[in-house]
């Protein structure tokens, strides 16, 4: 037994390295509590949660999380400013997750804001996905891991240019769906995803050891206003399934007070600082922090138009005098990324617009993680305001030029379908949402071939029903193109029955405004031939998905390319990589419109019309070795592609 003396001192010298550690955390975490500081507590606040030096004692004291007091934020009862920025899991290689991280590190960011994407995380009704690129757990976790905290944006709309902002496709099976409301079959849905979903990110609340400090209730639901009683069943929703930090909404200027919940903070949304438009947040909610949720730091593009910029210094200097207004604001975008596969969204207000491939959006990162003046000027100003030197920048990732791509063998669309495709038989026309496949889920993406056989020619009449663009053949020879502006062709006379073939493409869900409800692809109703309804038809679902790439690799028919072929059909080749494979842009100069597959992989769309000109491929998406690339191209193919690496994105237009 030890004498009581030596168990005294052994408690005295318990004490004084307990004491120690807690002047330690005091000094590194809350500064403002020492009796001697450095630097301002103003400043200190900024920086004191660093996640990688709070394990394993990162629980102590997590009781209040993220409050509003008197016109400021409170992170566990000290003044707190978010600087946050936003970057989408979905739209990133998850390889490159924490290269990015860092970069938000870099520029005096201490927050990251995520949406989440219903439609990808249940593409089939009660089939649920979050693996792979789609791992939210991993994604919130590694934010933990790199120092910052997270604002989560669940939805179930996010709007975020993407298709049908976000929401399942399935839903408008539904004849009578009406999304974003209360109506039954929606609140069914939402109650069902959220199911799944919460039980997720729930562990990962602030008040339980986790990253996430805030909740977003819906998105921008000012601008939409359908249901008055709809905010309160999604900010329900979320409480009765266990979120228990603080919630936000968030919408422009104009839905401000049209978007409110009661329990929630209201946030602004904007590009330009009107005079009075923080202020204005007074009217709506009354000494309150004021928070930027999407301060825009460019535009998005459209096919057919330019390539979007916002100036940096105007961007920056916008900024600077939202932070001297004592607000806090998050960057939207600080990583934009891709709209990889058919997830591009599409404007609808004087005309049908779809959203490119690249969400590169002048972002403060480019679209394959690149530094920008944006991201050196911000840097400077955080660093100021912060009064602490930040970490340095990591290293840029190099870019590949791989020089000509040969696209060496072909296979027309009409000798695939006999092989690969069964086809829905119909008397009517259907519409892709309602097509018996995935399980009664129906088709979301790609393109759906409507086939009939009609006997002559004449006026071929869509009624304004083809959803987005189609075009058509008689047998295998074109004939024309049917769309939103082009509703009518004459077909050639021809001797016996024929086969009238329409190759429907889906371009992109509207996902913002008050269209949502209208969004059923392919033929949405009847096209008429000398005014008389097309009757049974045999339909295909061209998805594309990597079950119908792989048997494709092995299809029987593939032959080398001639001299001169139109499409629609399949052209492959090979890029051989001798070391590291590296990031490379795909440019498609001779090549019309369609979609390219690097070892299954959908990099998204391409269209001669512009603006954007090249494909991102990412590095962790090649192989050392043989590389397969597919490419289906709808009408005019060239022979090769080209790998370089930089990319262009089109003419550039300053945002108004």
């Given amino acids: ?258 978007g409110l919940v009661e329990g929630a903070l209201a946030t602004v949304n904007f590009q330009k600082l009107e005079p009075g438009l923080l202020k204005y947040l007074d009217t709506v909610q009354r000494d309150q922090p004021k928070m930027v949720m999407e301060y825009w730091t460019g535009w998005f593009d459209n096919w057919g138009g330019p390539h979007y910029v916002f100036d940096a210094d105007e961007m920056v200097n916008t900024v600077a005098s939202i932070l001297k207004l004592g607000a806090s604001i998050n960057l939207y975008m600080f990583h934009g990324g891709t709209n990889f596969g058919f997830m591009n969204g599409a404007l609808e207000a004087d005309e049908y617009k779809s959203d490119v491939t690249s969400y590169d959006y002048d972002a403060v990162l480019t679209e394959a993680g690149d530094y920008t003046s944006k991201f050196f000027k911000l840097r400077q100003l955080f660093s100021m305001i912060i009064g602490q030197p930040l970490p340095l920048p990591p290293m840029i990732e190099s870019k590949a030029s791989y020089g000509a791509i040969l696209l060496h063998q072909y296979i027309s669309l009409w000798d695939v379908l006999p092989t690969l495709l069964q086809p829905i038989k119909s008397e009517l026309p259907i519409n892709m949402e309602n097509l018996h496949l995935n399980d009664s889920s129906g088709q979301s993406y790609g393109y759906v071939l409507y086939e009939t056989v009609i006997f002559g020619g004449g006026h071929l009449h869509s009624r304004d029903h083809v959803r987005d663009r189609a075009q058509v053949f008689v047998n295998t020879m074109y004939v024309g193109e049917l769309d939103y502006n082009t509703v009518e062709l004459s077909l050639p006379e021809g001797q016996g029955f024929r086969q009238l073939r329409l190759l429907v493409e889906n371009r992109g869900r509207v996902n913002y405004g008050l269209a949502l409800n209208e969004q059923r692809k392919g033929l949405i109703g009847d096209v008429f031939l000398n005014k008389t309804p097309l009757r049974n038809f045999k339909i295909y679902g061209l998805e594309m998905k990597p079950g119908f790439m792989k048997s494709l690799r092995h299809v029987a028919g593939w032959s080398a390319v001639p001299d001169y072929f139109v499409g629609p059909a399949f052209f492959r080749g090979r890029l051989w990589i001798e070391h590291q494979p590296q990031d490379t842009f795909l440019k498609l100069q001779g090549w019309e419109k369609g979609v390219v597959f690097v070892n299954g992989q959908n990099l998204g769309r391409y269209w001669k019309i512009g603006p954007q000109e090249t494909l991102y491929l990412p590095g962790p998406w090649l192989w050392k070795g043989s590389n397969e690339i597919v490419i289906f191209e709808e009408r005019t193919a060239g022979r090769i592609i080209q790998s370089v690496d930089i990319p262009y994105l089109g003419r550039t237009q300053y945002v108004d």
């Fill in 1 to 258: 037994m030890w004498p009581c003396g030596g168990r005294r001192q052994r408690r005295l010298g318990g004490a004084a390295l307990l004491l120690f550690v807690l002047w330690l955390l005091l000094r590194r975490y809350y500064p403002c509590l020492l009796p001697v500081v450095s630097e301002p507590c103003e400043n200190a606040v900024l920086y004191r949660f660093n996640w990688s030096e709070l394990v394993p004692l990162r629980l102590w004291g997590r009781t209040l999380g993220l409050q509003t007091e008197n016109s400021q934020f409170l992170l566990e009862g000290m003044p707190f400013r978010i600087f946050g920025g936003s970057m989408h899991y979905f739209r990133v290689p998850r390889e490159y997750w924490e290269d990015r991280m860092l970069k938000m590190k870099a520029c005096g960011l201490n927050t990251l804001t995520t949406y989440v994407p219903w439609n990808l995380h249940e593409q089939e009704r009660g089939k649920f996905d979050f693996s792979q690129n789609l791992d939210l757990v991993a994604f919130l976790s590694l934010a933990a891991k790199n120092g910052l905290w997270v604002i989560l944006r669940p939805g179930p709309y996010i709007c975020s240019e993407w298709d049908l902002g976000g929401l399942p496709s399935w839903l408008l099976q539904d004849p009578e769906m009406q999304l974003r409301t209360t109506y039954k079959g929606f609140t069914e849905a939402v109650d069902a995803y959220f199911d799944h979903l919460m039980p997720i990110v729930v562990p990962l609340q602030y008040k339980k050891g986790g990253p996430i400090i805030a909740v977003q209730v819906e998105n921008e639901y000012g601008s939409y206003a359908k249901d008055p009683n709809y905010m309160t069943y999604v900010k329900m929703a979320l409480l009765n399934r266990g979120i228990v930090e603080l919630l936000m909404t968030s919408d422009n200027k104009n839905g401000l007070s049209f």
